[in-house]
């Protein structure tokens, strides 16, 4: 029924730079929408990015909006979220998620697979 793995998570400094992947398996990936989310300890799950099912589309939440940039490579069956600029509060479990003919929600509602998230963590 389809599986996403994220990978791509670490340490990094502030002002630093890392590229996230989440790898799609099962599912017919060029009609899924996927979307970026993140868990910080102690708090609920907040949105980061969107991108429509055919990638005319995206949305950011204004916490990252000019500093992260979503893109779907259909080919690959992979999504990317390339983060810049990072700050200590961008530290958190990051997961990917998607949605057959999905838009850009942002709500975990809006999706019905998810990955098992993967651990970015910025240094001041």
């Known amino acids: 029924q389809g599986q996403l793995v994220e990978s791509g998570g670490g340490l990094v400094q502030a002002e630093g730079s890392l590229r996230l992947s989440c790898a799609a398996s099962?599912?017919?990936?060029?009609?899924?929408?996927l979307g970026w989310f993140r868990q910080a300890p102690g708090k609920e799950r907040e949105f980061v990015a969107a991108?429509?099912?055919?990638?005319?589309?995206?949305y950011y939440s204004d916490s990252v909006k000019g500093r992260f940039t979503i893109s779907k490579h259909n080919a690959k069956n992979t999504v990317y979220l390339q983060m810049n600029s990072l700050k200590p509060e961008d530290t958190a479990v990051y997961y990917c998620?998607?949605?057959?003919?999905?838009?850009?929600?942002?709500?975990?509602?809006?999706?019905?697979?998810w990955g098992q998230g993967t651990q970015v963590t910025v240094s001041s």
């Open positions: 998620a998607a949605r057959l003919y999905g838009g850009t929600g942002s709500t975990p509602s809006d999706y019905n697979k």
């Open positions: 991108i429509q099912w055919n990638g005319e589309d995206t």
């Open positions: 099962g599912l017919t990936f060029n009609r899924y929408g």
